[in-house]
């Protein structure tokens, strides 16, 4: 049987029958496709919105925080490593689908929850689930927020943008080399922020490490590329603290999260300090 091309990030992994692309989730069956990920459900809490980090989007609000395994990604520095680099079998998972994750959500109604947030692992490569609990979600008056590295291909999102309220989107850095040591491609993920700005509210995470993405001429460029969208869009400058494959490196100094921070505000209205 000749291999299938999956289509939704930047990778275009070619898979032949069975074989399971690099972001461990997505899986050539029978000639077709599939996120073997669907409904597998590693991680689910109610969390305020704060910490998706969303400060501008329903403020004080809980939202129903759901996650899956795998990532298109290679960080090094992930926190949540132990899900996002896992293969499927590698972990527990509970098997919930579209409708029971809604009803779900409307239980938790009563404890100020205002609908889910994909998130945890890279909830994308699981795009059919997000889509299809999107759709229910916004049927049942329900909020959808989506957390996400960005890095993916336009077409297939566009479906389902319609029914995002709400991005957090990493934006990792602001070289091409810096994407390159993760696996990533930076003109797609600016790319994704401009295309998710036409649709719903966005926020932009940049975790700033020591030596690798923190220096003042990268953060003016940022920050007058997210300008250049919407300089309302609001802005995490967030602390990295020593994690997964970078336990070699120190947190990152305060004063140099601060700093950067104020350096952002020449250009955009609302930026925040993270982990400070």
Known sequence: MSKIKCDICPHYCNLSNGQVGLCRARSNVDGKVVPINYGLITSINLDPIEKKPL?????????LSIGSFGCNLKCSFCQNHHISFASKGEVMVDNIGPEDMVKLALKLKGQANIGIAYTYNEPLIGYEYVRDCSILARENGLK???VTNGCFNEGPMRDLFPYIDAFNIDLKGFTNDFYEKIGGNLERVKDFIALAAKYSHVEVTTLIIPGENDSEEEIIELSDFIASIDPNIPLHISRFFPSYKMQDKGPTQVKVVYDLANIARKNLK???EGNC
């Open 144 to 146: 959808n927020v989506l």
């Open 55 to 63: 400060r501008r989007f329903s403020p004080g609000k809980n939202i």
């Open 270 to 272: 609302y930026v925040y």
